[in-house]
């Protein structure tokens, strides 16, 4: 994705304080290629001074000014992305029900699924989920 986003004018954008956490958590959101979890998010921040609790905030706040999106809510857990910009999470993903993976499907697979009419609005805005086996726990699964 697209790490060159200046976080700082999408939340002074978004009338948002640009405080350290908040500015931290849209940099990881910003430079990841899936959704992530709260407890994904933290990972990737590494060593930090916050909390837990800070990083799960940061996370509603941005989520609730419409600058991240719950794109996915596989196993009952909310993953977050970067809304809007080029890298706008409002697709299918697809959730491996082994390994627990959840994938952004290819634009090429889901090309077909654009529609028009009254359905189009409601699709486009509709959080898709497939399950099923990923091709890396096909390929090692036995037969």
Same mark, same amino acid.
């Not at 910003?30 to 909390?51: F, H, R, Y």
């Not at 499907?105 to 959080?127: D, E, F, I, N, Y």
């Given at each position: ?46 060593e930090t001074d ?22 996915s ?8 992305? !970067?809304?809007?910009f080029?890298?706008?999470h ?5 959730i ?5 993976q959840?994938?952004? !499907? ?16 409601? !699709? ?13 726990c ?5 037969s």
């Amino acid at each position: 994705m697209n790490t060159q986003i200046d976080v700082r004018k999408i939340l002074r954008e978004s009338q948002l304080r640009a405080t350290a956490p908040r500015l931290a958590v849209l940099r990881v959101l910003a430079a990841a290629t899936v959704p992530l979890s709260n407890n994904e998010v933290i990972e990737k921040l590494g060593e930090t001074d916050w909390d837990p609790a800070t990083i799960y905030r940061n996370l509603v706040k941005l989520s609730e000014a419409g600058v991240a999106a719950v794109v996915s809510r596989a196993g009952g857990i909310d993953r977050y992305a !970067l809304a809007g910009f080029d890298n706008d999470h409002r697709h299918p993903h697809f959730i491996c029900e082994i390994c627990a993976q959840i994938t952004c !499907l290819p634009s090429k697979l889901t090309t077909s699924m654009t529609m028009s009419g009254p359905w189009s609005a409601v !699709l486009q805005g509709a959080m898709v989920q497939l399950r099923g086996t990923c091709p890396d726990c096909l390929v090692s699964s036995p037969s």
